[in-house]
């Protein structure tokens, strides 16, 4: 085996230099995701406002379950997570089907055109859809205009359109940008494979329930966790949409978070119990998906 | 039926673009008219775009902030980009069984949800009295572990050959990293550079809580100044909102194409 000047083999040599490329950003994980986790972990076990904490043992996580508000978040969250998310995907599945049409005219404008809103800002897209459904916004107005309704909605207003308004507003914002990992899934699927399929007289149906969808599954784990995880981890939205309200109807369980940190007295030991739920939630969520999407 | 099938194609498609691109339409004629125009329901451009202009500097200061917004995400996407790549690269090309249960480790971090994080980060960077800072905005998110991945998975795709080759001609580990590695890999960095930017520049959250002197405001912040109060007047705020997203707008459109080659590459598997 050769050595290298300093007496090392070459395959040390190759060896350290491996580890000295990745420790930068494995030691940044390590402090700032893990770390933080175990001293989330710690303080949830302690009780007090502000900086003034004592341990309390369980006492966090025996309030979590009498806080109604809590509760409340929590269902906003789920709600979302059930009905936003499957339509997102089945729509950004759709679109990327269409547009991989061979002889389709326009191509790149559509794509661009349907990937546009993922490049406005959370907090802009948030403030445009707050406005544009505003009591006097524009969506009343045309509706009127057009005969639809008789009087204004006050979309943000009541608990239900407010909810609608958060997942209209969520499709809207990031269904383009799931379609391009669609996109690029369904360019890796081989011609041939759909040749064959057309000779054995399988149907547009069959050939999708069959070939494309198998082929795709990794790309369907992929944008269901990453969506999972996000619905899980909505903030700007509720904050700057609605508000969180009204009476709390639309507020996400981060917005909570963010309330009893920093805006109520700092009740930081409390939050970090709740914020240890949301992770739990999504461990198990994204365990769930790769079992289910490993099956072959 | 073939021609129906692809009327229908196309009439989908443009339905959908429309609705895509309405909301963005809307805000930047809004930016151009004023309040009692908006909300009239006026959507062709108006001439109220100066107006609206001299009223959002004379409210907010949008070069403090805009310029805050454009360095941090800035410091923040290249650094995050050299790390991660040199990582992914790292864990592919000199994997071994501890490495690869290494990277197993980190990608449980993408389980992490930043409201869990937020609170322990927010203590710690106040301990280190570095709030307000460019290092508070940009060190947590610098590495990621999806990035990491994506670099991992367009590095398995390179040959190594290459790498053979160049080391028999001598050239050190990191040279063959940056003079070979990264210009081949552009349409990866391309999408990793659009991705990384554009959360970076949308970050709400951790700004919100750890940008606390008025100095050190981000763009997102300035906006939701903006949209809070008595009396919106909606022309400036939608300058404001137009303002805040034409970075990441503009990057896209120019990334575009490489945006969707590097996506490509990082879903083959």
Redesign the interface.
């Known amino acids: 085996m050769k050595t290298s000047r300093k007496g090392l083999t070459v395959n040390q040599k ?2 350290i ?6 420790l ?3 030691i ?2 390590f402090a ?6 175990i ?2 972990l710690i ?1 949830s076990f302690k009780s007090g406002i502000g900086n003034n904490l004592k341990f309390n043992g369980l006492y966090n996580y025996s309030r979590l379950l009498e806080d109604r508000v809590f509760w409340t978040s929590f269902k906003n969250t789920f709600l979302y997570l059930l009905i936003q998310v499957p339509i997102m995907l089945a729509l950004a599945i759709f ?1 990327a089907l ?2 991989n ?1 061979k ?2 005219k326009c191509k790149g ?17 948030s ?6 459904f505003s009591f ?3 969506i009343n ?2 509706l009127l ?1 057009l005969g639809i309704i008789s009087s204004r909605i006050n979309w943000l207003g009541q608990e239900e359109t407010a909810k609608i308004v958060i997942i209209i507003a969520l499709i ?1 914002r990031w269904t ?1 940008y799931n379609m ?2 669609y ?3 369904l ?2 699927i081989d011609d041939s494979l759909y040749e064959a399929a057309k000779i054995d007289g399988a149907g547009s149906v069959k050939t999708f329930f069959k070939i494309t969808m198998p082929l795709l599954r ?2 369907i784990l ?1 944008t269901t ?1 990453m969506s999972i ?1 996000g619905t ?2 909505l ?2 939205e509720s ?2 949409l609605t508000g969180g309200g009204p009476a709390n109807s639309t507020l996400t ?2 917005h909570y ?2 309330k009893v ?2 805006e109520y007295n700092p009740q ?1 030991g409390y ?2 119990a ?3 739920i ?2 739990i939630l ?2 198990v969520l ?1 365990f769930i998906q790769m079992k289910v999407g490993d099956k072959r | 039926m073939r021609k129906i099938k692809n009327v229908s194609t196309y009439v989908i498609l443009s339905i959908v673009s429309l609705i895509s691109v309405f909301p963005l339409y809307w805000m930047i004629s809004a930016a151009t008219n004023n309040s009692t125009d908006i909300l009239g329901g006026r959507l062709i451009f108006g001439t109220n775009l100066m107006n609206n202009l001299t009223n959002l500097l004379e409210q907010q200061n949008v070069g403090r902030a805009f310029g805050n917004s454009l360095m941090f995400s800035t410091i923040l996407s290249v650094l995050s980009l050299v790390v991660c790549s040199i990582a992914g690269y790292g864990f592919e090309i000199y994997h071994d069984r501890a490495k690869d249960r290494l990277m197993g480790i980190l990608l449980l971090a993408m389980m992490v949800p930043f409201a869990a994080t937020l609170i322990p980060l927010f203590k710690m960077f106040t301990d280190l009295n570095l709030q307000s800072t460019w290092i508070a905005y940009v060190l947590p998110t610098i590495s990621t572990p999806f990035l990491i991945m994506l670099f991992r998975q367009s590095a398995r795709s390179f040959p190594k050959d290459i790498i053979e080759a160049a080391r028999i001609d001598g050239l050190s580990e990191i040279r063959i990293f940056a003079t070979i590695f990264v210009p081949t890999m552009k349409s990866t960095y391309a999408a990793a550079m659009t991705v990384t930017f554009m959360n970076a520049w949308n970050n709400y959250l951790w700004p919100k809580v750890i940008m606390m002197s008025e100095k050190s405001q981000t763009m997102p912040m300035l906006v939701t100044n903006l949209s809070v109060g008595y009396s919106i007047d909606y022309g400036v705020l939608m300058l404001g909102v137009l303002i805040c997203s034409l970075p990441t707008g503009i990057l896209f459109l120019v990334l575009q194409k490489s945006f969707a080659n590097g996506i490509v590459g990082a879903v083959k598997g």
């Open positions: 190759y060896n230099t491996g580890w000295t490329f990745l930068p950003a494995a940044l994980i700032m995701n893990f770390y933080p986790m001293q989330a303080l679109l269409l547009l049409k002889d389709l404008l559509f794509r661009t055109a349907i990937f546009l809103p993922c490049c406005t800002a959370l907090v802009s897209y403030i445009i859809f707050k406005t544009l006097d916004g524009y107005t045309v205009n809207w383009g391009v990992f996109l690029a899934g360019q890796n990794p790309t992929l966790i995880n899980l981890q903030f700007d904050v700057n369980m981060s978070i963010y940190s920093f930081f939050a970090a709740m914020s240890y949301i992770f999504v461990a994204s």
